[in-house]
C-alpha cells in the first residue's frame, strides 16, 4: 500500500483563511480552542454549530480557488469534493460545515491518528535537534480500514492518505492537492513538488 502526505498546492491555487471575528466568536479568543489556530487532535462537531465563514488569499495574482485543499492536517472540501470523498473518508473524521463566496463547503477534521492505532513505525521515525520532523513511516498493515489520518509524531501538521484517496481526486479531477510518497518533512516536500 502506498501512503501518501498531502499538501496544499499554493503555487497555482489560493489557500484557505478564516473570518476571524466569527472563529472568535464560536470558539473563544484561546488558541486552545480556535480551529484555525490549533492544529490539534480535536473534535469540533459539538461546537460547530454555525457555517464558519472563510475566504480563499495569496500574496500571488492570479491563482485559483481549489476544489479541495489542505490546512494544517484538514482538508477543505467543496461540494464537490465532499460528493466524492464522503463516503471514503467519512469514517476519519468530521466534517464541519463553511461557506465562501455564495458557496459551501466543508472542512474536513481528520480525527484518525497512526499512534491511536499503533501504526507509527518509530525505527523510521527521526527528528533533528530542533525536533523538526527528518522521516516518519507507519505499519502499513495496521491502516487497512483507514483512508485519511494524522500522526501526533509530527504535531499533527501533516494529512496522510491511501491510494484509494488519491485515486478518487484524480479521477474525479478535484484541483488544489499536491501528493508526496516520500514521507519527509514538509518544506523538503514543498521544495522538490
Same mark, same amino acid.
Given at each position: ?6 499538501? +496544499? ?5 489560493? *489557500? ?6 466569527? /472563529?472568535?466568536?464560536? &470558539? =473563544?479568543?484561546? @488558541?486552545?480552542?480556535?480551529?484555525? +489556530? ?5 473534535? *469540533? ?6 457555517? /464558519?465563514?472563510?475566504? &480563499? =488569499?495569496?500574496? @500571488? ?133
Amino acid at each position: 500500500m502506498t501512503l501518501y502526505a498531502i499538501y +496544499a498546492d499554493q503555487k497555482k491555487y489560493q *489557500y484557505v483563511g478564516f473570518d476571524y471575528k466569527q /472563529i472568535i466568536s464560536e &470558539f =473563544g479568543d484561546s @488558541k486552545d480552542t480556535r480551529f484555525d +489556530a490549533n492544529r490539534s487532535h480535536r473534535s *469540533y462537531k459539538d461546537i460547530w454549530k454555525n457555517p /464558519i465563514g472563510i475566504y &480563499f =488569499g495569496s500574496d @500571488k495574482k492570479g491563482l485559483l480557488i481549489p476544489d479541495i485543499s489542505e490546512h494544517q492536517g484538514r482538508l477543505f472540501l467543496s461540494e464537490k469534493a465532499y460528493d466524492v470523498l464522503k463516503d471514503i473518508i467519512d469514517q476519519d473524521g468530521e466534517f464541519l460545515p463553511v461557506v465562501y463566496d455564495g458557496s459551501k463547503g466543508f472542512m474536513f477534521n481528520t480525527l484518525r491518528l497512526a499512534e491511536d492505532l499503533e501504526a507509527l513505525d518509530e525505527t523510521q521515525c527521526e527528528q533533528d535537534e530542533y525536533d523538526d520532523v527528518m522521516s516518519i513511516g507507519f505499519h502499513e498493515g495496521k491502516l487497512q480500514n483507514v483512508s485519511i489520518f494524522r500522526a501526533k509524531f509530527d504535531r499533527f501538521y501533516v494529512a496522510y492518505c491511501t491510494q484509494e484517496v488519491k485515486d478518487a481526486i484524480e479521477k474525479a479531477g478535484l484541483k488544489g492537492l499536491l501528493f508526496y510518497s516520500d514521507l519527509r518533512r514538509p518544506w523538503q516536500a514543498d521544495v522538490n513538488l
